[in-house]
DNA sequence: ATCAAGCACATTTTT
DNA sequence: TGTGCTTGAT
C-alpha cells in the first residue's frame, strides 16, 4: 500500500466526482483500492450516511480491508455503519434482512460439496455413459453455473466447458445426443433444490438479482437503504452480477473500479469486455482512467508491459513507474520442483539474514493450491512461517460439517443432506438406515414431529438424548450458545470419529467455530454466510481471517497464495513459481486462444504485484509443470509449446537470469548446516 | 449393514 | 496430497 497520504490528481478527480455512475480504469498499481477508500471517506464526511454505502468486492478479504481503512482515515465511529461484503455475502444479508421481499429467508445456503452431493443423488441409477463420452456429476454442475452466470444456453454452455468450444459435426452430433439427458438432470436437480429449500452460490444473486428486476416494490424498498453502491474490480464481475447491479442504475449512484488487463475469471463467466461497454450500457456515466503506477519499479512494469504487447488483445496500457528504476527481475531456472521449493527457501532466509527484510516482505505465488504443496512441506521443515491464502475454507474441513449438520436440522428441517450427514454421524447408522429414516422426516415433515423421529430412529437412550438436544437447541436464540450445545452433544462422537488426529488438528477448531458463531444475529446468516467467509492457514492449520479472530500472534510471516486469491495484494519482493512452459499458458488452454490470453492475464496480475524485487522460477526438465502422467512423454510435443510459451521471446535485457545447478545437497548444506533435508531429487508422491 | 484398510487415481483458477 | 472406490472382516 502507498505510505504517503496524498492522491494524485486523477485519483482526487475521481474521489470528487460529482456526476452519477462512473467507472474508473486503473491499472495495477495505480492505487484502484486507495481510490475507493477515498471515496468512501469522501462521502461520509460530506454528509452521506455510512450505512447508505454498500461496498463491493470479490473476496471477503479485500471486502473487510477497504472497510477498516476507511474508518481508519475517518474520526472516531464516523464509518462504524459502513458495510463492506462479497456480492454472495450481500444478497445473503438482504434475502435474511427482508424475509417477506426475497421469500427465501428459511432457505438454507449450500456450499459446492453439498452441490455435488445433491447431484450425485439425481444422477444415482441414471447411466452417465454416452459412447465415449463420460459426464461426471462435478461437470454437470459446472456447466449448469456456467450457463446461469453467462446467461448463456445449454447447448452453448455445454459446448464451451465439455466440448472446449469445438465446432465440427461430431461434436454438433454428440452435442444433440446428451442435451436432453442433461436437461433432464439438470432439472431435476433444480427441483430437488427447490423441495429442500436450498439456496446455492448462484442462487444467492439470482434470487435477489430477479426479484428487483421485476418487481418495482421491491426496488423502491431498496432505494430507501442504498444510495452508493461501490464495486471493486469491475473487470471480473459477469453477466449475472450485472443482472444484480443494473437495477441499482436507477436507484442509486454506482462507483467501479476495474481493470481489463487483470480480468482472470472467465471460467466463472467474467467478459472483460464489460468493463468497455460500460458506458453504453450506464446512462448519465462517465470514465476515468488511471495511470500513474505507484507500486513497483520501472524494470518489473517493463517486462509486465512487454508481456502484454505480445498478447494479440488490445489493451491500450503502458504503466509508467513514478518511483523509477530499481533491480532486473530473476529468472530462475531450476530442475524440479524440490529444488525449486529449496531455492525459495534458501532465497528467503537469506532476505531474512543478509537483507534485514521481514517475512512477511514475502509474497510467492502459485498458479494452483496444488502446486505450492512442496514448497509448504520445505518450509515447515525449514522453520519459515507462512500463511497461505486461498486454501480450504474452515467450514468445509468434516468435522466441522458434522457438527454444523446438527445446526442446519434445526434452521430448515428440509435439509436432506444435513440429515443424512448427521444421522450416519451416529455410531451404526449407515448410509441405508440414515435415508429409511430420512423418508419418516419427509413424510411428516411436522416441526413437533422432529423429536419424535430421533426416538423412533434409535434405540434407547441415544434417540431420546437427541431428541431433547434437538428441543434445547430451537429453544436458544444465541448462535454460540447452540454451538457450544450441539458441541457439547457432538465432542465425544468426534473425538472418537477422528482419533487420528482430534488432539493435534481438529479439537482447537471448536473454540473458533464457537467465536464466529458469536458474530452472526440468527442461526440462517451464520450457516449462510460462515460458508462465504474466507479463512486463512497457518502453517496448515486453519485460522479465521483475523478481523473475526485476534489471531494475530505471529504477524511476521511469508504470504503462499494463489495468483487468483492475490488479486490486490503486493510485497516487497514477490516470487512467481513455476512460470515453465505448460504451466504459462497451461497445457489445459493450448488449444483455445482466448484461454491462452486469460493466462497470460494471469501471470500479468502475478508480476505487477512486486514492488521492488521480481523473481520468476522456471522448471527446466519440461514435464514438471503439471503431475507427470497428465502428460505425454518429454520432448513428446516440443514445439507447439515452445511456440505458445509466453517468455519464449522474452528479451534478454528484461530478466537476469540464473540456473541452479542441479547438485545433491548443494544449495542445503551451503545455507542450513544443521538441517538435514532428505527431499533433494527424491519424488515422494 | 457398517466400517476400516488398502489401492488407484487425478489434480486450475473462486464465491 | 488426499480422496473415492472396492474389498474383506465384523
Known amino acids: 500500500m502507498q505510505s504517503d497520504h496524498k492522491l494524485n490528481d486523477g485519483q482526487q478527480k475521481a474521489v470528487e466526482f460529482n456526476g452519477k455512475h462512473l467507472l474508473v480504469l486503473a491499472g495495477a498499481g495505480t492505487g484502484k483500492t486507495r481510490t475507493i477508500i477515498a471515496r468512501a471517506a469522501y462521502l461520509i464526511e460530506r454528509g452521506v450516511d455510512p450505512s447508505k454505502i454498500q461496498i463491493l468486492t470479490f473476496t471477503k478479504k479485500a471486502a473487510n480491508e477497504i472497510v477498516e481503512r476507511v474508518k481508519s482515515t475517518l474520526p472516531q465511529s464516523n464509518g462504524n455503519n459502513l458495510s463492506g461484503a462479497t456480492f454472495h455475502s450481500w444478497c445473503n444479508q438482504l434475502i435474511v434482512r427482508f424475509p417477506n421481499l426475497f421469500g427465501a429467508a428459511s432457505y438454507t445456503v449450500i456450499d459446492p460439496d453439498d452441490q455435488l452431493s445433491i447431484m450425485k443423488m439425481v444422477c444415482g441409477n441414471h447411466n452417465l455413459e454416452f459412447g465415449k463420452l463420460r459426464i461426471k456429476p462435478q461437470e454437470l454442475i459446472d456447466v449448469y453455473s456456467f450457463a446461469r452466470n453467462t446467461k448463456k444456453s445449454l447447448t452453448e454452455s455445454l459446448r464451451q466447458k465439455l466440448f472446449k468450444n469445438r465446432k465440427d459435426g461430431d461434436t454438433d452430433y454428440e452435442l444433440k445426443t446428451i442435451k436432453p439427458h442433461v436437461e433432464k438432470l439438470l432439472r431435476a436437480y433444480q427441483a430437488k433444490k427447490a423441495e429442500q429449500r436450498y439456496l446455492d452460490y448462484d442462487d444467492l444473486l439470482l434470487v435477489v438479482a430477479t426479484q428487483l428486476k421485476d418487481n418495482q416494490e421491491a426496488r423502491s424498498i431498496l432505494a430507501q437503504h442504498i444510495e452508493y453502491l461501490l464495486v471493486d474490480e469491475m473487470q471480473d464481475t459477469?453477466?449475472?452480477?450485472?443482472?444484480?447491479?443494473?437495477?441499482?442504475?436507477?436507484?442509486?449512484?454506482?462507483?467501479?473500479?476495474?481493470?481489463?488487463?487483470?480480468?482472470?475469471?472467465?471460467?466463472?463467466?467474467?467478459?472483460?469486455?464489460?468493463?468497455?461497454?460500460?458506458?453504453?450500457?450506464?446512462?448519465?456515466?462517465?470514465?476515468?482512467?488511471?495511470?500513474?503506477?505507484?507500486?513497483?519499479?520501472?524494470?518489473?512494469?517493463?517486462?509486465?508491459?512487454?508481456?502484454?504487447?505480445?498478447?494479440?488483445?488490445?489493451?491500450?496500457k503502458k504503466l509508467e513507474a513514478?518511483?523509477?528504476?530499481?533491480?532486473?527481475?530473476?529468472?530462475?531456472?531450476?530442475?524440479?520442483?524440490?529444488?525449486?521449493?529449496?531455492?525459495?527457501?534458501?532465497?528467503?532466509?537469506?532476505?531474512?539474514?543478509?537483507?534485514?527484510?521481514?517475512?512477511?516482505?514475502?509474497?510467492?505465488?502459485?498458479r494452483s493450491q496444488y502446486y505450492a504443496k512442496s514448497l509448504q512441506a520445505v518450509f515447515i521443515r525449514r522453520k519459515i512461517p507462512y500463511v497461505t491464502y486461498g486454501g480450504r475454507k474452515f467450514m468445509q474441513a468434516a468435522h466441522i460439517k458434522d457438527l454444523v449438520s446438527l445446526l442446519r436440522i434445526v434452521n430448515n428441517p428440509y435439509d436432506e443432506i444435513a440429515w443424512i450427514r448427521f444421522l450416519t454421524f451416529q455410531e451404526g447408522i449407515g448410509e441405508v438406515r440414515a435415508s429409511r429414516i430420512l423418508q419418516q422426516v419427509i413424510e411428516k415433515i411436522d416441526v413437533e414431529e422432529i423429536p419424535s423421529i430421533f426416538q423412533n430412529a434409535m434405540p434407547g437412550e441415544d434417540g431420546k438424548k437427541i431428541a431433547e438436544l434437538y428441543e434445547s437447541i430451537k429453544e436458544k436464540d444465541d448462535v454460540g450458545k447452540m454451538v457450544d450445545m450441539a458441541y457439547e452433544a457432538m465432542a465425544l462422537g468426534l473425538a472418537f470419529r477422528y482419533r487420528r488426529d482430534w488432539e493435534e488438528k481438529r479439537k482447537g477448531d471448536f473454540p473458533v467455530l464457537r467465536l464466529l458463531a458469536d458474530s452472526y444475529p440468527t442461526l440462517g446468516e451464520f450457516i449462510g454466510e460462515g460458508l462465504l467467509d474466507n479463512s486463512e492457514q497457518m502453517n496448515g492449520v486453519n485460522v479465521l481471517s483475523e478481523s473475526k479472530l485476534n489471531t494475530a500472534e505471529n504477524k511476521d510471516h511469508v504470504i503462499i497464495s494463489t495468483i487468483h486469491?492475490?488479486?490486490?495484494?503486493?510485497?516487497?519482493?514477490?516470487?512467481?513459481?513455476?512460470?515453465?512452459?505448460?504451466?504459462?499458458?497451461?497445457?489445459?488452454?493450448?488449444?483455445?486462444?482466448?484461454?491462452?490470453?486469460?493466462?497470460?492475464?494471469?501471470?500479468?496480475?502475478?508480476?505487477?504485484?512486486?514492488?521492488?524485487?521480481?523473481?520468476?522460477?522456471?522448471?527446466?526438465?519440461?514435464?514438471?509443470?503439471?503431475?507427470?502422467?497428465?502428460?505425454?512423454?518429454?520432448?513428446?510435443?516440443?514445439?507447439?509449446?515452445?511456440?505458445?510459451?509466453?517468455?519464449?521471446?522474452?528479451?534478454?535485457?528484461?530478466?537476469?537470469?540464473?540456473?541452479?545447478?542441479?547438485?545433491?545437497?548443494?544449495?542445503?548444506?551451503?545455507?542450513t548446516p544443521n538441517t538435514i533435508d532428505l527431499s533433494s531429487g527424491m519424488d515422494f508422491s
Not at 530462475?332 to 520442483?337: A, I, K, L
Open 565 to 671: 486469491s492475490a488479486k490486490g495484494l503486493e510485497a516487497d519482493v514477490c516470487i512467481v513459481l513455476n512460470v515453465s512452459p505448460k504451466a504459462f499458458p497451461s497445457a489445459w488452454s493450448l488449444d483455445n486462444l482466448e484461454e491462452i490470453e486469460e493466462d497470460r492475464r494471469v501471470l500479468y496480475v502475478a508480476m505487477t504485484r512486486a514492488k521492488n524485487r521480481l523473481i520468476l522460477t522456471r522448471n527446466t526438465s519440461s514435464i514438471t509443470a503439471v503431475h507427470n502422467r497428465a502428460l505425454p512423454t518429454p520432448g513428446g510435443q516440443k514445439t507447439s509449446d515452445a511456440e505458445t510459451y509466453f517468455l519464449n521471446e522474452l528479451p534478454d535485457a528484461l530478466v537476469e537470469q540464473k540456473t541452479i545447478a542441479h547438485q545433491f545437497g548443494k544449495v542445503r548444506d551451503a545455507e
Open 322 to 366: 513514478i518511483r523509477g528504476t530499481g533491480e532486473l527481475p530473476q529468472l530462475v531456472n531450476v530442475s524440479d520442483e524440490w529444488q525449486e521449493a529449496n531455492w525459495v527457501a534458501d532465497e528467503i532466509l537469506k532476505n531474512y539474514t543478509d537483507e534485514d527484510r521481514m517475512f512477511s516482505d514475502h509474497l510467492i505465488l502459485s
Open 238 to 316: 459477469n453477466p449475472l452480477q450485472w443482472t444484480l447491479l443494473d437495477p441499482f442504475v436507477s436507484i442509486c449512484k454506482l462507483f467501479c473500479v476495474g481493470d481489463d488487463a487483470q480480468s482472470i475469471y472467465s471460467f466463472r463467466g467474467a467478459d472483460f469486455k464489460n468493463v468497455h461497454l460500460f458506458k453504453d450500457r450506464v446512462p448519465e456515466s462517465e470514465v476515468y482512467k488511471l495511470e500513474k503506477n505507484y507500486r513497483s519499479t520501472q524494470e518489473i512494469l517493463d517486462i509486465s508491459n512487454w508481456l502484454l504487447e505480445k498478447s494479440p488483445i488490445e489493451y491500450n
